[in-house]
């Protein structure tokens, strides 16, 4: 779809009285933490339309976009990655479809993007066993990697370790062996079934044998040590879907729509309250007014009523369009600066 650039020009043109109006307005929404709440850590999640896989004129250029997500969300610390389907996706139309023509192993754009971001993520020591040969899988190779800190070297020692559990009973204890990269499996207390991904407490003893580890929470390692340790991905069967099957309890706290046709704010402007679970979405081809209104619930709604803020994170763009992908580098390192004056106000 092509876009006016005039609009562009035209919300270039807000006079600085509207721009300050817009900021003032953001800062006013400002709430302080409830009192007596414990310490909890924010997250940050994005929500993007998996459509745009559908235009990828290759496998291989499906394989590429996917991989460049999940890049961004990796650099950008981002905590959960939402994968939502459109009505698009499933269209027989689609490029990646006619590429893979013969084959009923395309999945659809959505549920690709799910697949690619979840490899991506997962240690590559952990893939060949979490991740069953797939068609969808065949051009990951050529992919960057993540080179994300929960992706630890065999030579290195880091408190924590993501792995797999294994088959096989330890001798002489209880518990369970689990594959953690390293030369030799090590041995959690916990009982648990074979093929779960878990994170381990490793400490600082290197002896492998003779030491009982701990399965812990995959939270603890940032918590503890302050270290990103990747993305959780969600699939969403429409856009609605993203809000109303979020993980966290009370929902997602504040709620950012991205878009041209955005406001504008320059980043500094720009003020959030003291979120729990923020969410920043992205919308396919048409935009999330487009993907608003092609969502039974949410049809007819405007979509500043479905968003806290919507904003144009790159005014006076030079080209008609700016693609999901670039979008989404764009607009995280946008709202690094806001999201890090809203996360610090809540330890302050
Ligand atoms: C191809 S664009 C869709 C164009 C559409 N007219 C729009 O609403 O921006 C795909 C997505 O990229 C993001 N995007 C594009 N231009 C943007 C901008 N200037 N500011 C913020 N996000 C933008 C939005 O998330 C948009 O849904």
């Known amino acids: 779809m092509k876009v006016e650039i005039d609009d562009g020009h035209h919300q270039e043109e807000e006079g600085e009285h509207k721009r300050r109006k817009k900021a003032k307005k953001m800062k006013k929404e400002r709430t302080a933490p409830e009192e007596g709440t414990s310490f909890h850590l924010p997250t940050v999640s994005i929500a993007v339309c998996g459509s745009i896989i ?3 004129q290759s496998l291989e250029l499906a394989t590429r976009l996917a991989g460049q997500i999940a890049r961004a969300a ?3 610390r981002i905590d959960e990655v939402v994968v939502f389907d459109d009505k698009a996706s499933s269209s027989d139309e689609s490029c990646v479809k006619t590429v893979l023509d013969g084959s009923t192993d395309y999945e659809g754009g959505a549920p690709f993007l799910v697949r690619i971001l979840q490899y991506l993520e997962t240690p590559q020591y952990l893939r060949r066993c979490l991740f069953p040969k797939h068609n969808s899988l065949r051009f990951v190779g050529l992919l960057p990697p993540l080179d994300a800190p929960h992706h630890v ?3 290195e020692w880091l408190p924590y370790r993501e792995g797999v559990t294994l088959k096989g009973k330890p001798s002489g ?7 953690v990269g390293l030369n030799k499996e090590v041995v959690v207390e916990q009982t648990l079934e074979p093929g779960q991904r878990v994170t381990v407490a490793m400490g600082s003893n290197r002896q492998l044998e003779s030491i009982i580890r701990e399965v812990t929470s995959p939270s603890k390692p940032r918590e503890e040590l302050g270290l990103y340790w990747g993305y959780k991905v969600r699939y ?6 993203v809000f109303t099957e979020c993980p966290f309890k009370d929902g997602y706290d504040y709620k950012i729509g991205t878009s041209e046709h955005g406001d504008v704010l320059s980043s500094s402007e720009v003020c959030f309250p003291n979120f729990r679970h923020l969410l920043i979405a992205f919308g396919g081809l ?3 007014e487009e993907n608003i209104e092609e969502d039974t619930s949410l049809k007819g709604k405007n979509v ?6 919507y904003l144009n994170t790159c005014p006076g763009q030079g080209s008609r369009t700016i693609r999901t992908e670039e979008a989404i580098f764009i607009s995280l390192q946008y709202f690094q ?5 809203a996360v610090t106000s809540v330890a302050d």
């Open 286 to 288: 048409g935009g999330l």
């Open 173 to 179: 204890s209880p518990g369970t062996l689990v594959d």
């Open 54 to 56: 559908d235009n990828a």
């Open 337 to 341: 600066e806001p999201i890090k004056r």
């Open 304 to 309: 500043r009523k479905v968003f806290n803020s």
């Open 74 to 76: 990796t650099i950008f």
């Open 153 to 155: 070297r065999k030579h």
């Open 236 to 241: 969403a069967s429409n856009i609605s879907c």
